[in-house]
């Protein structure tokens, strides 16, 4: 079955009871049972059907068989790290999403995880022996740096380390990690998944049936998960996913190559598929500030991958929380914007471009 008709149908079933073509809510919090301790469904926390039907669709999508769905990213981000030890040894890309560093950085080294931070986009990378778990962005965040997953996965394993693929920005439309031999994606949900800004969520997908087991009984056991509506709304969004990337994909290609013509642009980065563009204006931080502030098709506000577009300066707002020596360090320029693409028509994004570089020069 192709992904275009796995959108619409994977991991979702006409309802039993009344034939409803759409998957219910399952607003509930706790279920009956025929005999004390003996029931296919006992608690939300635990499971619950629409959120049944959203972890098999993504696990279909991305090539798995299981998928393990929470209220946000950084909520799966932290089931994967929460099935390390202290000392284990964590290598995770040099650029990745700031919620991510900071969770890595202050609050698991506390319990004694260490991490190595590398540019695993850089072919010749190495995974020491002994590492538990290597944690790729690709494309990377905002530097939407690519890497070789295939290549990586033989390194981790050689070193007897888990890969672990944040597949956010590409989605399973462009890229399927577990089909290159990465163990686990993750996904923010609240990003492309979803589609339309209205809805905060993650997932972990595998195909491991040790790391799925891990996964189920650490969403159990925190308890963040996402509730029922919030798996409707992203099943919803899910069934425009394919068409969705397409026109994304379409819009930013042509952005790239208005860009790169542009005289007040210094750079542009894509990764050549997507629907997310940085580029490096001409000028300082006030220029900067003056062009996200002027626009009003992109709109300023962090977060990615809705329908409408999205404008941010991450050295001041996703990446704050990365310290300035490190941005500085990795590339992360205070000239540097990120777009967030959106399906409007490619020509009012330019014309709103245009406009906001007219602002950047006061």
């Known amino acids: 079955m192709k992904i275009e008709t796995k959108v619409i149908h994977a991991g979702q079933h006409h309802d039993p009871t009344t ?19 003996v029931a296919e469904w006992e608690y939300s926390r635990t499971h619950n059907p629409t959120r049944t039907a959203l972890q098999d669709c993504l696990a279909a999508l991305e090539g ?16 994967v790290v929460r099935t390390l030890n202290p000392g284990d040894h964590v290598v995770c890309g040099d650029d990745v999403y700031g919620g991510t560093y900071r969770l890595f950085t202050t609050v698991f080294a506390r319990f004694g995880v260490k991490f190595s931070f590398v540019d695993l986009s850089d072919p010749t990378v190495e995974i020491p022996e002994g590492t538990t778990l290597v944690w790729a962005e690709t494309p990377t ?9 295939k290549a990586l996965a033989d390194k981790a394993h050689a070193a007897g380390a888990w890969l672990a693929v944040d597949n956010t920005f590409a989605t399973p439309v462009f890229q399927r ?3 290159l031999g990465a163990d686990i994606v993750i996904h923010s949900t609240t990003k492309y998944i979803g589609g339309h800004s209205d809805v905060v969520g993650g997932a972990l997908i595998t195909s491991n049936e040790e790391l799925a087991a891990k996964f189920a009984t650490l969403q159990n056991s925190v308890g963040a998960v996402p509730g029922p509506w919030d798996c409707f709304l992203t099943l919803r969004g899910i069934k425009t996913l394919s068409v969705r990337m397409q026109r994304h994909d379409e819009n930013a290609k042509a952005l790239v190559s208005w860009l790169e013509q542009h005289e007040g642009v210094a750079r542009v980065i894509y990764p050549g598929f997507g629907g997310m563009i940085s580029f490096v204006l001409k000028g300082d931080l006030d220029t900067a500030v003056r062009f996200v502030k002027a626009t009003t098709v992109f709109t300023l506000a962090e977060s990615l991958g809705g329908v409408e577009s999205l404008i941010e300066l991450p050295a001041i707002m996703t990446h704050a929380s990365v310290p300035p020596d490190v941005r500085a360090e990795i590339g992360i320029d205070d000239g540097l914007i990120r777009l967030s693409v959106g399906i409007e028509h490619v020509d009012d994004q330019k014309a709103d471009l245009e406009t906001a570089f007219r602002a950047a020069q006061g």
């Open 19 to 37: 034939g409803a073509v759409m998957t219910p809510v399952y607003q509930t919090s706790t279920y009956a049972q025929k005999h004390p301790g």
């Open 64 to 79: 798995g068989k299981y998928g393990v769905c929470f209220a946000s990213g950084l909520a799966a981000v932290d089931t």
């Open 141 to 149: 965040n905002p530097l939407l740096k690519t890497s070789d997953i």
């Open 177 to 179: 990690p577990l089909e």
